[in-house]
């Protein structure tokens, strides 16, 4: 159906843009977002507030954001991954602008919903275009994503990212934990009976995000003035937006007791809240609590994994068991560290008896914590020890693109070409790991495996030879210099 402007407007002036669009809405959309339409006495307007201006006063009924919803989503799909837009003069600049006029809209109006469901889409399946595109805190499509997609959540399924977003990940700038915790904000509620009620996971973001930036400043990433100010001002806003007094200052004593291994952030909340500097109060059975570890899983979780290596009877129900409590503690409160721990010296530990198990204990720390390198080496391990060496040669590259200073995915990404019979590539591989890290007896010993593998025994010999000279303990280098 098309926009009947002369009925919509009863006679008044129709804006010339408008005209446009009911007339080829792809078209004159992508002239918006470009700046390059021609919009009359509003040309001094920004694009995004004329398009809210014109949903908001035209309503529902007019069909009007119907068809903007649909020309947006189609926007979206052809122009995904593109450095340079149509028209945009081969400018890098203008599609930043663009995307940051698109998401802007999505964040600020949650009546889009099929250009919303796209965005999700394409940014779930990779958000790296849009990190391309950032240009700072002022200018950052991707930022405006996140919150695109906090806006438009239906279920709870993104409540590890924004978990992952409030903790500060060394591949986000810091900045963006404001997203993981607008994430959190919209995220919906469990059941309807706690709609309106205290948001539990908006306060454990809060703390996970504080306690991040307090790392940041403590490890000199982060000036002091503005972590603390940052901290600050989300805590003051949402202390008024949520009015529980009572349960944020309960909140805030429990959690500062039991997080203060991980970062004092204690003088910054109590600048706001005085009384929390009190310990929590006993725990009585009829009072609720909040999110709490079990100090016991650290020995559980070694014991687990010595069964696990011993093929025990019974000790793979047992490390369910234990992921199972540390995921309801990670879905509570964000914090991941027992359960990526746990997941991946579980992995390890099976991977020779039950290789696709360990995969997906490996995937499941990965997911949790991308930014940790070991969990990104598990999984090209248990990928090898299925005999999946095509995704482990995948994996291995990429963990070593992200972790250029893991000797393990080096390494790892060697053993494999070598073990895919790739002996020229492999060969490279621990040359180039032998130069980096010129001690680690490993790529020098798997250098002199390949070299003996390619009959270069000459080389394969002096090369264990030095290796016997630079690591003398290492049993490997003697025994291959013995064949």
Same mark, same amino acid.
């Given at each position: 159906m098309s926009l009947d402007l002369d009925r919509i407007f009863a006679g008044s002036h129709v804006p010339e843009w408008l005209r446009a669009f009911a007339a080829d809405p792809d078209e004159a959309l992508h002239d918006l977002l470009l700046g390059r339409a021609e919009l009359g006495h509003l040309t001094v307007a920004e694009?995004?507030?004329?398009?809210?201006? #014109?949903?908001?006063?035209?309503?529902?009924?007019?069909?009007?954001a119907d068809h903007l919803d649909r020309a947006l989503a189609k926007w979206i799909e052809t122009s995904w991954g593109r450095t340079e837009l149509p028209d945009g003069g081969g400018s890098a600049t203008l599609t930043t602008s663009a995307w940051f006029r698109v998401t802007g809209l999505l964040a600020a109006t949650p009546v889009l919903k099929v250009a919303g469901r796209t965005l999700a889409e394409w940014v779930?399946?990779?958000?790296?275009?849009?990190?391309?595109?950032? /240009?700072?805190?002022?200018?950052?499509?991707q930022a405006n994503a996140w919150l695109a997609l906090a806006t438009y959540q239906q279920?709870?399924?993104?409540?590890?990212? #924004?978990?992952?977003?409030? /903790?500060?990940?060394? $591949?986000?700038? #810091?900045y963006r934990g404001h997203c993981g915790i607008a994430g959190l904000q919209a995220l919906p509620p469990e059941s309807a009976a706690r709609a309106g009620g205290f948001p539990k996971e908006l306060a454990e973001g809060l703390n996970?995000?504080?306690l991040a930036l307090w790392r940041l400043q403590d490890e000199g990433w982060l000036d002091t003035r503005t972590a603390t100010e940052e901290f600050q001002d989300s805590l003051r806003l949402k202390l008024a937006t949520y009015p529980f007094p009572d349960r944020w200052l309960s909140f805030w004593r429990h959690a500062l007791h039991r997080d203060h291994r991980r970062g004092d952030i204690g003088a910054w909340v109590r600048d706001l809240l005085p009384r929390a500097a009190a310990k929590p109060p006993s725990k009585h059975p009829q009072r609720q609590t909040w999110a709490?570890?079990?100090?016991?899983?650290?020995?559980?979780?070694?014991?687990? *994994?010595?069964?696990?290596?011993?093929? =025990? /009877?019974?000790a793979v129900e047992e490390a369910e068991q234990l992921l199972n409590e540390q995921h309801g503690y990670f879905d509570r409160s964000g914090d991941g560290n027992n359960l990526v721990r746990s997941a991946t010296r579980f992995s390890a530990a099976i991977r020779k008896s039950r290789p696709a198990l360990a995969l997906a204990w490996a995937r499941l720390a990965k997911d949790i914590e991308p930014w940790d390198g070991? !969990? #990104?080496?598990?999984?090209?391990?248990?990928?090898? =020890?299925?005999? $999946?060496?095509?995704? *482990?040669?995948?994996?291995?590259?990429?963990?070593?693109?992200?972790?250029?200073?893991? !000797?393990?995915?080096?390494?790892?990404?060697?053993?494999?070409?070598? *073990?895919r019979h790739k002996l020229p590539e492999a060969e490279a591989e621990y040359r180039e790991t032998k130069a980096r890290f010129p001690d680690n007896a490993h790529a020098r010993t798997g250098?002199?495996?390949?070299?003996?593998?390619?009959?270069?025994?000459?080389? !394969?010999? =002096?090369?264990y030879r030095e290796t016997k000279a630079r690591v003398p303990g290492g049993a490997r280098a003697r025994t291959g210099l013995a064949e």
């Open positions: 694009p995004v507030d004329l398009l809210l201006g #014109w949903l908001h006063a035209l309503g529902e009924p007019s069909g009007f779930r399946a990779d958000h790296r275009y849009l990190d391309s595109l950032a /240009e700072g805190r002022s200018c950052d499509p279920d709870r399924s993104l409540l590890p990212l #924004w978990w992952q977003l409030c /903790e500060l990940p060394p $591949d986000q700038p #810091w996970r995000f504080g709490s570890y079990d100090p016991g899983w650290v020995e559980r979780s070694g014991a687990i *994994a010595e069964r696990l290596r011993n093929n =025990a /009877e019974g070991y !969990a #990104w080496t598990n999984e090209g391990a248990a990928l090898t =020890a299925q005999g $999946d060496f095509e995704g *482990a040669v995948a994996v291995y590259r990429e963990t070593k693109a992200r972790f250029p200073d893991n !000797a393990h995915a080096r390494t790892g990404l060697a053993e494999t070409l070598k *073990a250098l002199a495996e390949t070299l003996k593998a390619r009959h270069k025994l000459p080389e !394969a010999g =002096a090369e």
